[in-house]
């Protein structure tokens, strides 16, 4: 099994910048393509950042030039940068991740999201 565990949430000020984290561990062999998704109340979960294990990122439009998704040097970890915060940035933010297992299976696995609120 995999965990994959967000911090870094919270509530912040608009034009506000904030941190989010995710680490992943257990049966981990490589991890593919890690990614940060949000669902806001009464909205679908979408896709605001991705980043493959070669460095290769995508963003939503709307995040564009706001926010950066980057790896940590332990390749286990994510992040993502939100800087210039809007309102509409406001949801629950999921941690996604690609994994290969030592057994050469291959998973999508989730965490279990972290809140953030930009309100002034």
């Known amino acids: 099994q995999v965990q994959l565990v967000e911090s870094g949430g919270g509530s912040v000020q608009p034009g506000g910048s904030l941190r989010l984290s995710c680490v992943a561990s257990?049966?981990?062999?490589?991890?593919?393509?890690m990614a940060w998704y949000r669902q806001a109340p009464g909205k679908q979960r979408e896709l605001v950042a991705a980043?493959?294990?070669?460095?290769?990122?995508n963003y939503a439009d709307s995040v564009k030039g706001r926010f950066t998704i980057s790896r940590g040097d332990a390749k286990n970890t994510m992040y993502l940068q939100m800087n210039s915060v809007k309102p509409e940035d406001t949801a629950a933010y999921y941690c996604?991740?690609?994994?290969?297992?030592?057994?050469?299976?291959?998973?999508?696995?989730w965490g279990q999201g972290t809140q953030v609120t930009v309100s002034s």
């Open positions: 996604s991740a690609v994994v290969r297992s030592e057994f050469n299976s291959v998973s999508n696995y």
């Open positions: 980043i493959t294990s070669g460095g290769s990122t």
């Open positions: 257990g049966n981990i062999f490589s991890i593919r393509t």
